[in-house]
């Protein structure tokens, strides 16, 4: 699998060259292709801005009892400021106790991969293949959009998260 296999047919037959990124969310969105319009959110705008904004997206989820999640979101901040290696292996410890199926924990897994071996130091280096990075962030989009929707269509959760990116675009967040 690669990034570009992470749209169904199904969503690329909707996607319009012709019109913008924002367009082709509203139409994936309009057709129910919330998976596709996470993944096309997820290949069309680069991995660091997608979860610099996610992470206040995340923690406005987090229930004060959820120490370890914000713990684990804080420690991507950190990551994201210094690329510390040990700060990078916390996350990956912290992700793993939460669980890589909770949004906390997939980015968690995300950011592990995305920087660097999988291995200890002393080890040889062994490098997550290219395009799972994409894939887990995506997998943090999926499971945010589930838990903002509750008992609702995922495409609700999707469209929360998609209109406070409008809105953090435009400046008015």
């Known amino acids: 699998m690669n990034t570009t296999e992470l749209i169904s047919s199904g969503g690329k037959q909707l996607l319009?060259?012709?019109l913008s990124w924002?367009?082709?969310?509203?139409?994936?969105?309009s057709a129910k292709h919330w998976e596709d319009a996470l993944a096309y959110w997820t290949l069309n705008w680069p991995m660091e801005t997608v979860i610099r904004w996610l992470l206040p997206q995340l923690k406005k989820q987090i229930t004060i009892d959820?120490?370890?999640?914000?713990?684990?979101l804080e420690e991507i901040?950190?990551?994201?400021?210094?690329r510390d290696n040990t700060c990078r292996w916390r996350i990956f410890t912290l992700a793993g106790e939460i669980g890589f199926s909770t949004p906390e924990g997939a980015l968690g897994l995300a950011v592990f991969w995305l920087g660097g071996s999988m291995?200890?130091?002393?080890?040889?280096p062994v490098f997550a293949k290219t395009?799972?990075?994409a894939l887990m962030v995506h997998t943090t989009f999926c499971l945010a959009s589930v838990a903002l929707a509750a008992e609702s269509?995922?495409?609700?959760?999707?469209?929360?998260?998609f209109d406070r990116w409008l809105q953090t675009q435009r400046g008015a967040c």
């Open 16 to 18: 319009n060259t012709q």
């Open 22 to 29: 924002e367009e082709n969310m509203k139409c994936l969105l």
């Open 66 to 72: 959820n120490t370890l999640e914000m713990q684990c």
């Open 77 to 82: 901040t950190l990551w994201l400021e210094h």
């Open 119 to 124: 291995t200890p130091e002393n080890c040889e």
């Open 131 to 133: 395009h799972l990075p």
């Open 153 to 161: 269509s995922p495409v609700i959760g999707v469209n929360i998260l």
